[in-house]
Structure formats: structure tokens, C-alpha cells
DNA sequence: CCGATGTACTGTATCGATCCAGAACTGGAT
DNA sequence: ATCCAGTTCTGGATCGATACAGTACATCGG
């Protein structure tokens, strides 16, 4: 049998409490008792105090859960969201907290169980849309909660971190009327409920279910109609996905209409990636033939000059994870919006 | 105060164990008598048993640690430990486990602590050295632990999965000596105890501390011994880190020398990738003028037509947590060597 | 009508540690 | 010797849930 706190305290002889003390509390006993313990606990082979026994009586697990969805896998591909987690990962090493990996592959019971069940202190929703029952799982445990996919305009108490998303992609919008860029196509991700690729027609943003992407396009909206350029005139694309070449798929349906757009945006900066990869193919260059742009200035926008919105991604893991771990009371600070700011480079050009 | 099973018995008038079973076993009582006690669980407040106490006392924590080193961005960055992270998070999730990063930022105090009071039910360990303490404290705690970093030829308990190294780079070897090469580049990590890259001299790869390296150069020094190449005569070149950049950094060391290697392998993709980056800014053709190959078989390997050798991350990482989710008894069950192959692609060509 | 079987539920012990009120001891001042 | 403050240690209560033995009661065949 495992060797307890009791073991230990039996075979020095002294109450269960003292040995308790010698890991918890060295201040509270003698420095040569509390030797002692330690070594016969070494020789019993008790490794110290149990953290499920620890965690049950101080009402604290010592880890917060990351709601991811759809795949784990996600959150180890996307640039953004691996800057994300190390941001917030760091922040929890350094409080001495693990981070626990919660993906939601479906919506269903077995996700709703595991979040139901995950010892954890809070909860960190990221990328998961705001319809899934598990968050209302979450929601139910009565733990912080701080979401970073969506404005949480259900709940007063939810905790927010995120930049504004409108403002940012209006400044990109600015930036490429100044340039004299009238005939835009924007690549997003779920700008469909479907998967596939290919050009979509919104009415206005204004439904779409993607927190982010609604608030981008209507960033961009907004934007163009100072200048004069109406909603269904900018040319919106869905990705199949949230990668290179799923970006470099949905930039063809941009590149080969005629005419052709004077400016291509991705609503992320892999995906703008995609974009420069189709024009390469295509013999177009970035900033002359063809203005791209991006969102989130990941490591690899800089080195292929890439115009985007920067928002540090660290920061935000850094700041869902300092929300999480001491939640503030005061209502204004618990909702964080960070800067973001837009990066000129060379992919972007006069019309 | 936050309700409890008790609460919510005494509320509806059952026992405690009624309620847990409401919960836990619903074929243990009557549909009618559980409806009663959800609903009225609900209308308390109630979200359903605390993971904490249930932990405690099925003994099982239901969470699988993952130790990482240096930091968690490295899992979130190699392309090769996303995936392997993927097939281990995919594996967890079925059998309703979560998965716990615990990042060893320095094998220091914290980092014990972290180890000590992580509520899982095994450890797995990955891309740490042998010789971090944090190991021996995950030992301490008598929990399953699975290798996937290095040989554990300290413990005979130790589980490992991964592949024969040495054969794998082997079979490369032998590869290249086919098609007539005879003076070639290694460029690994962790070749030299420094960070820098560049040129190093090893009289043997026997004692290098990098499990993978160490295993990966003694293949090739076989191979090429066979075919009358001794091992001086192979070029060694540490890379300053494990991705593209720094690939391309080292395989200038190679490239520039004269005479030029015929071939210059990358001890993993990324790096490889860097290499045919080199090639590219030098004007030089992969496959004709310098042969390339690589270790993984990442996904990026295939488009830039990359030989390689090739290991299933996802099933590594699978096999990583059957292994720890229920522990064969059996020895030779316990130690999972995984099958490696040879992907011949257009990076490498005759000599 | 008796004993066997089964269902539905209860009560108690247990998991391993921490908290806390207070006991026992220590040493120094009176 | 007495008192007191401070330190060191103890034992019981507690955290929240689950396992399991055991009870009450209904059902059923003979």
C-alpha cells in the first residue's frame, strides 16, 4: 500500500498533522524534527503530500483549463494561438499552476462531461464559439471564466480579453482607401456555416455567427462606406480553413475574377500568407499587382513584409491567465482590451 | 456556500449515496426519484459532483501530465511535437483524460513543486533530459511515466515508445551512399553543450547527451563505416536551435565550405527545410547540386519534396497515452518501438 | 404462507490532507 | 515556586465524494 501523511507520522511518531507541517509549513515545527520526518519519509517512500488529498481540503486544483475547439490540434498550429498559449502558460508556471488541455471535438456529452469534470480552477475559453453547450458547462461549475473567442454579451460576470476587433481592421480599411484601393476581396474563416471554399454573399456582417470574423468585416464595412464604397461591393471569400494553403485556395477565387481586385485582405496572417503564396504562383507581386494585407502580425508577417494589424498574442495569454488566477472584482478591469496597431509594410501598395 | 451532494439530498430527502448515484450510476435508482433530484439540484445551484472529491476518492485524477522542456512553446512550435501532442491529446480525450502541460522552465525548485502537486495520473516525458530532477520527482511520485525523449536505461520500469534511431538514420545512409555520396553534413541540435551554431568536432557520437542526436549520428556513422567513410571525415554542424532560421544559419556552414558536401542532412525536417532555404539564396538545386534530406516527415516535407525518413508523431503520441492510461504488466509490452521509413523524394539525387 | 429473488435506497467507512483550538512543553522573568 | 509568553506538537473536525454492506419492501413461485 501507498505509504499516507499517516504512515509517515506513525512510523516517527508523531500526529499526522506535524508531518503535514514539515512539507507544507517548516516554520511551524523544530528544523531536527522536521528532518527527521523527511528522511523516514524518504525511506518509506512517501513522495509528500498527495496533491488530490491537498487540492479537496484547500478548494484549490492548482491548474486552469483551456476550452479549445475544435481540435487540439489548433491551438498547436495556428502561430497565433501557440503564442497565445505560451503567454498564458508562462503566466501560470510562474503562479506555480498547470495548464490543462481541454479540447471540445464535438459539442456533445462526452464534452460536456470532461469539462464538468476537469479539477480545475477556471476556465479559459479560446476559439470555441459561443453557442457550445460546454460552455454553459463551464458556466455552471461557477469558476472564473475568462473568454477570449467572443464578446461575452450573455453575462455580466464573464471575464474579456481581446482587442477591438472593429477599430483594428477599420484602420487597415483606412489605410488601403488612402492608398486608393476601391475594389477590395476580404478571405476569412466561417464566413459560411459551411466548409467550403469559395465566394460568399453576406448580406452585411452583422450575423455571422464568428464573433471575430463579424466584427472584422464590419470593421472593414465601416471603413469603405466613408469612402463611399458600399457593402456588396467588397468581394468576401470563406477559407476551408485557417491555414496556408487554405488561404492560398480561397485567394485564387480573389485573383482570377475579372477585374480583379486591387487589394486582397486575410482576415488572419496565415491566411494572408495563402494570398502572397497565389500571387507568387501567379507572377503577381505583393504591394504593385496587388496589395495584401493580414491580421495578428505573427513572426513570419515581418519577413515576408507583410502590411498587418499587430495585437501581441503573448499578452493576451499572459492577461487571461492573471484574470483567471485572481479574478478582479471591480467590473471595468475585467474586461480587458488590449492595443492593436497597424503595421505597414511593403505588401501593401498604391492602387 | 456552495452546494454539496449533502445539500441537495437533504433538499429532495435521500441519502447522500442517492444523489451521487444520480449522478454517477443513473441505473441505480428509479428514473422518476433521479429527475426529482436533478431538478432540484438545479434549482439549488448544484453543477454536478466536485472533481476534487471525486478524485480523492476514486483515486484517479483523470489528467495525464506532459512534461515539457525548455519551454511550452517548443511543443507548440516543432511542427514534429504538435503532432505528437495531437495523437496524445486525441488518445486522452477518448478515454475522457485530460491532458496537463507542465512546462520545465529551469529544472529548479519550482519546477520540483510543479511536478509534486500536478493531480495526474501519470507522466509522460517528452523532449526533456534524462538527467532533469523534475524526472526523478515525477519518479518519486509512483506514477506510470513513459519515455518518448530518451532510452530509459536508468529504470527497468520505465515505458518508452519511440523508434529505432539508429536504424532509421542507418537506412538514410545507406541511401545516400547508393547514390554515390561520400562526403557529407550532419546539421543537428544539441550537438555541442553551447548554443552556438556552427562547425563541431566529435572524436566519437557516443557520448553526446542528446538522446535522439546521439542515436540519430551513430546510425550514419555505421552506414557510412560500411561503405569505408570513417567518421571524421563527416561533417558535424550544431544547429543554434530547432527550426527553419537557425537550419539555414548552420547550413551555411556547410555549404560555404570547399569542397562542398554532395549532401547535408538535417537531423529533423525544420532543419532540412532551412538547408534547401540556403540552397535556394545560393542558386543551388536540391537534389542535383547538394542532396538534402531530412527526419520526420512533417507535413511541409512532401510539398518541398523532401527525402526523409518517416515516423508517425500522432501515433507516438497515441501510444504515449494507452501506454500511461493503463500500463501493461508485461515487460516487453512496456517498451514500444515503432516503425520508421525511408521517403525518397526529389531532394536527393545522385552524387 | 413461506422462503427466494430482486430492486431501491440508506448509513457508515474511507480516501489523504489541512485547519484549528488547545495541550504540553520550554525558558525566562518575577 | 509561580506566572507568562512563545514555541512545538496533537487530535478531532472537515473538505466532497464514492464504495459497499446492509436494510426495507415488493414480487413471485411453490
Redesign the interface.
Request: aromatic share 6%; with cysteine; glycine share 8%.
Given at each position: 500500500m501507498?505509504p499516507t501523511l499517516q504512515t509517515v507520522a506513525d512510523a516517527v511518531g508523531v500526529s499526522r498533522s506535524t508531518v503535514s507541517n514539515a512539507y507544507s509549513r517548516p516554520d511551524q515545527l523544530s528544523p531536527q524534527l522536521r528532518k527527521k520526518i523527511l528522511r523516514t519519509a524518504k525511506k518509506l517512500?512517501y513522495?509528500?503530500?498527495d496533491?488530490?488529498?491537498?487540492?479537496?481540503r484547500r478548494?484549490r486544483?492548482?491548474?486552469i483549463?483551456v476550452l479549445l475547439a475544435p481540435?487540439?490540434?489548433y491551438?498547436?498550429?495556428d502561430p497565433y494561438?501557440?503564442?497565445f498559449?505560451?503567454g498564458l502558460?508562462?503566466t501560470a508556471?510562474r503562479r506555480?499552476t498547470?495548464?490543462?488541455?481541454?479540447?471540445l471535438?464535438d459539442d456533445d456529452e462526452?464534452a460536456l462531461?470532461?469539462v464538468?469534470?476537469?479539477?480545475?480552477d477556471g476556465f479559459c475559453v479560446y476559439c470555441v464559439p459561443g453557442w457550445f453547450r460546454a460552455i454553459k458547462?463551464a458556466w455552471?461549475?461557477?469558476l472564473p471564466i475568462v473568454n477570449s473567442s467572443y464578446e461575452g454579451e450573455d453575462d455580466a460576470d464573464a471575464m474579456f480579453v481581446g482587442i477591438d476587433e472593429a477599430a483594428a481592421t477599420r484602420a487597415l480599411g483606412q489605410h488601403l482607401i488612402a492608398l486608393g484601393h476601391r475594389h477590395v476581396a476580404v478571405i476569412g474563416t466561417q464566413l459560411d456555416s459551411g466548409q467550403l471554399a469559395g465566394p460568399v454573399t453576406l448580406e452585411t456582417p452583422d450575423h455571422l455567427e464568428s464573433y471575430v470574423s463579424r466584427e472584422r468585416l464590419r470593421g472593414f464595412r465601416d471603413a469603405f462606406a466613408e469612402a463611399g464604397v458600399v457593402w456588396s461591393e467588397i468581394v468576401t471569400i470563406n477559407a476551408a480553413g485557417n491555414s496556408r494553403p487554405e488561404g492560398e485556395q480561397a485567394a485564387a477565387y480573389a485573383l482570377d475574377r475579372t477585374p480583379r481586385p486591387t487589394a486582397v485582405v486575410g482576415l488572419s496572417d496565415v491566411l494572408a500568407l495563402g494570398v502572397l503564396d497565389a500571387l507568387g504562383k501567379r507572377g503577381l507581386r505583393a504591394g504593385h499587382d496587388v496589395s495584401v494585407a493580414g491580421f495578428d502580425d505573427i513572426p513570419d508577417a515581418a519577413s515576408h513584409q507583410l502590411t498587418t494589424v499587430r495585437q501581441s498574442a503573448t499578452e493576451r495569454g499572459r492577461v487571461a491567465a492573471e484574470l483567471l488566477l485572481d479574478p478582479p472584482s471591480d467590473p471595468a478591469s475585467r474586461h480587458v482590451v488590449l492595443p492593436a496597431e497597424l503595421i505597414v509594410r511593403a505588401s501593401t501598395g498604391p492602387a
Amino acid at each position: 500500500m501507498r505509504p499516507t501523511l499517516q504512515t509517515v507520522a506513525d512510523a516517527v511518531g508523531v500526529s499526522r498533522s506535524t508531518v503535514s507541517n514539515a512539507y507544507s509549513r517548516p516554520d511551524q515545527l523544530s528544523p531536527q524534527l522536521r528532518k527527521k520526518i523527511l528522511r523516514t519519509a524518504k525511506k518509506l517512500g512517501y513522495a509528500g503530500p498527495d496533491p488530490m488529498g491537498r487540492s479537496l481540503r484547500r478548494g484549490r486544483a492548482g491548474a486552469i483549463a483551456v476550452l479549445l475547439a475544435p481540435t487540439v490540434s489548433y491551438a498547436f498550429t495556428d502561430p497565433y494561438a501557440v503564442q497565445f498559449m505560451k503567454g498564458l502558460a508562462e503566466t501560470a508556471e510562474r503562479r506555480e499552476t498547470g495548464v490543462l488541455l481541454v479540447p471540445l471535438k464535438d459539442d456533445d456529452e462526452d464534452a460536456l462531461a470532461t469539462v464538468q469534470s476537469a479539477s480545475v480552477d477556471g476556465f479559459c475559453v479560446y476559439c470555441v464559439p459561443g453557442w457550445f453547450r460546454a460552455i454553459k458547462a463551464a458556466w455552471a461549475r461557477g469558476l472564473p471564466i475568462v473568454n477570449s473567442s467572443y464578446e461575452g454579451e450573455d453575462d455580466a460576470d464573464a471575464m474579456f480579453v481581446g482587442i477591438d476587433e472593429a477599430a483594428a481592421t477599420r484602420a487597415l480599411g483606412q489605410h488601403l482607401i488612402a492608398l486608393g484601393h476601391r475594389h477590395v476581396a476580404v478571405i476569412g474563416t466561417q464566413l459560411d456555416s459551411g466548409q467550403l471554399a469559395g465566394p460568399v454573399t453576406l448580406e452585411t456582417p452583422d450575423h455571422l455567427e464568428s464573433y471575430v470574423s463579424r466584427e472584422r468585416l464590419r470593421g472593414f464595412r465601416d471603413a469603405f462606406a466613408e469612402a463611399g464604397v458600399v457593402w456588396s461591393e467588397i468581394v468576401t471569400i470563406n477559407a476551408a480553413g485557417n491555414s496556408r494553403p487554405e488561404g492560398e485556395q480561397a485567394a485564387a477565387y480573389a485573383l482570377d475574377r475579372t477585374p480583379r481586385p486591387t487589394a486582397v485582405v486575410g482576415l488572419s496572417d496565415v491566411l494572408a500568407l495563402g494570398v502572397l503564396d497565389a500571387l507568387g504562383k501567379r507572377g503577381l507581386r505583393a504591394g504593385h499587382d496587388v496589395s495584401v494585407a493580414g491580421f495578428d502580425d505573427i513572426p513570419d508577417a515581418a519577413s515576408h513584409q507583410l502590411t498587418t494589424v499587430r495585437q501581441s498574442a503573448t499578452e493576451r495569454g499572459r492577461v487571461a491567465a492573471e484574470l483567471l488566477l485572481d479574478p478582479p472584482s471591480d467590473p471595468a478591469s475585467r474586461h480587458v482590451v488590449l492595443p492593436a496597431e497597424l503595421i505597414v509594410r511593403a505588401s501593401t501598395g498604391p492602387a
